[in-house]
């Protein structure tokens, strides 16, 4: 057997369904390989909306999502979605293939030095030098990936050994389970949070990764505890839930904040420094952390722990919760009630351009609980994350650890292809739209229904909105775009433009049961976003 058929083998024992990417030279005896294989081939437009597919994939299915690009410019452009994945802790093997063994020492047609490009963006980052490692290689990529801290893991494969024979075989695939918590810092834990005056949970991606989210709703539940939960993490708790405060991560003083300056403990779940800083939400330094995740924490200033609680986040809830007295009352319902109050506010204001507000009010009224959305990186995001509600997690996908825009359109293309029975929405800025508007043809070509929702104000809306907080003026931040409808039309989708605020709810009806890409141009009033400013804090800490 050839080291590409053997690299497939190994693949396919990872349980690998699909690969997204774009075949080049250097990759001609693994794309080859694959026409044998079980593992199907996904044909993006751009590398870096493989990363991104793949990217998503591993969210929505806690299995590593992989890609494939060529050498060079091919794997360079996947390192922003490789570096998303990472950052974010999604699950992630990215293979690039690689000139011959005989040319890497010099100066030569579009080499890189792939491995180190690749490395300060991933766990684990190796170049394959003999065919003889091939199963070894791709097992620790996949087991690196796939264990806790989730990540990203890279593969360069030079070309002259794909092609080399080799007799081997792959690896049994293996992953490691998380160990008990310590059974002193559960007692330490629950004796803390039992004689708190008023405790909060703050739940992150990692309470999604560990598929933890009904250990944290009954231990919510049980000990009587309100829970935020970063943007990472909506759906954790379902909105409904009376003991759900909702999203943080917005402003300086947002609702949730309110919450977090009166608690004298901040029970920590799942939660990474990178979705949502602590000095944001602990400035004084002087409340209680309770830190419960599968590793120790990260080292910050602002978030010293009192206690931690390492292993399976799932048993350690469940333990302390045994363990602790729930408390009486809930000093925080007025802010759950507040924030309903500001959702609703809108569900019927006929302005136009359409407010923030109303856009989500419609998107949620014509979306069902199980469907999904993937939110792209802006303005739109920061509304999406604090007035969309979610029952359920990975309902609402947001990249906030990298924060890199043009995740949505290809993000949404690998989630509809792992949940075909699922509705999936991309919600986007123009901006960020345009930067991997191309999958749109993948989308079509594989016959994936995509509604794809894009805030139109020609302009970098996020950035304009902090220019005007900032300095009263804009600077290099308003563009043209071109007619969306005809743009859809032009791929073969289908397009439309909302041209009065009733039209919305009917557009996304009618879009969301048609089986092709329907594009939707709604104009967005941006004038709600220094509004909100002066109702919540004055800065917006958070890409
Ligand atoms: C790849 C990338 N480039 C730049 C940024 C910085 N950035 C964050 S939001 C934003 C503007 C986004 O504009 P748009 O997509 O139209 O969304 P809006 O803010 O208008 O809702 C920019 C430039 C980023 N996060 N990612």
């Known amino acids: 057997m050839k080291a590409a058929e053997l690299l497939v083998k190994c693949l ?78 999604a699950p992630l093997v990215a293979i690039a293939g690689q000139a011959d063994t005989n040319r890497l020492h010099k100066e030569s047609h579009q080499v890189l030095d792939l491995q180190h490009i690749f490395a300060p963006v991933t766990k684990y980052s190796s170049r394959v030098l003999t065919p003889n490692v091939v199963p070894e290689v791709i097992r620790k990529a996949f087991k690196l990936a796939q264990t806790e801290k989730t990540g990203a893991c890279f593969i360069e494969f030079p070309e002259n050994l794909a092609t080399m024979e080799v007799d081997s075989a792959p ?56 829970v935020a939960n970063t943007f990472m993490a909506k759906g954790v708790v379902p909105f409904k839930h009376p003991m759900a405060l909702g999203s943080v991560g917005l402003q300086a003083h947002d609702y949730v904040n309110t919450g977090f300056d009166r608690a004298d403990v901040i029970v920590c779940v799942g939660y990474d420094l990178v979705e949502y800083h602590p000095r944001l939400w602990h400035p004084t330094r002087d409340r209680k952390i309770i830190h419960v995740d599968t590793a120790p924490a990260e080292v910050d200033s602002c978030y010293t722990v009192e206690i931690g609680v390492v ?74 994350a604090r007035m969309f509600r979610c029952e359920l997690p990975n309902t609402c996908l947001i990249s906030n650890g990298f924060a890199s825009m043009g995740i949505a359109v290809p993000g949404a293309v690998a989630a509809k292809l792992a949940y075909p029975g699922r509705r999936v929405v991309a919600v986007t800025g123009d901006a960020g739209f345009m930067m991997n508007s191309q999958e749109i043809e993948t989308a079509l070509r594989l ?19 902090k220019q005007m907080a900032h300095y009263g003026r804009i600077a290099h931040v308003r563009f043209n775009n071109p007619d969306f409808v005809k743009y859809a039309e032009a791929f073969g989708a289908t397009g439309h433009r909302v041209g009065h605020a009733s039209e919305l709810l009917p557009i996304l009806r009618q879009a969301l049961a048609d089986d092709g890409v329907n594009i939707i141009d709604c104009p967005v009033d941006y004038s709600e976003n220094l509004k909100l400013t002066a109702k919540l804090g004055e800065t917006i800490f958070q890409l």
Request: with cysteine.
């Open 171 to 226: 690896l049994r695939a293996q992953q490691p389970t998380l160990p008990e918590p310590a059974e002193d810092r559960v007692a330490a834990a629950a004796a803390v949070i039992s004689q708190a005056r008023h405790p909060i949970l703050l739940a992150g991606n990692g309470v999604i990764r560990a598929r933890a989210w009904r250990q944290l709703a009954d231990f919510a539940h049980r000990l009587n505890i309100p």
């Open 447 to 465: 016959h994936l229904p995509l509604v794809i929702l894009i805030w139109n104000d020609g302009g970098y809306g996020l950035i304009e909105w």
């Open 311 to 384: 292993g399976d986040i799932g048993h350690s809830l469940n333990q302390i919760a045994d363990r602790a007295q729930p408390q009486q009352g809930h000093p925080l319902r007025p802010l759950r009630e507040a924030l309903i109050e500001d959702m609703d506010r809108h569900q019927a204001d006929m302005a136009f351009p359409l407010k923030p507000q109303k856009i989500i009010w419609d998107l949620r009224t014509a979306l069902d609980k199980e469907d999904m959305v993937i939110c792209d990186v802006g303005a739109h995001k920061l509304w999406m």
């Open 12 to 89: 396919e024992n990872e349980g690998v369904e699909v690969i997204f990417g774009i075949p080049g030279e250097e990759t001609l005896a693994i794309n080859d390989a694959l026409l044998d294989s079980s593992i199907q081939f996904v044909t993006t437009r751009h590398e870096q909306g493989a990363a991104f597919m793949a990217d998503v994939y591993g969210r929505v299915t806690w299995r590593a999502g992989v890609c494939l690009s060529t050498l060079g410019p091919g794997a360079t452009n996947l390192l922003t979605g490789v570096a998303d994945a990472n950052m974010d802790h």
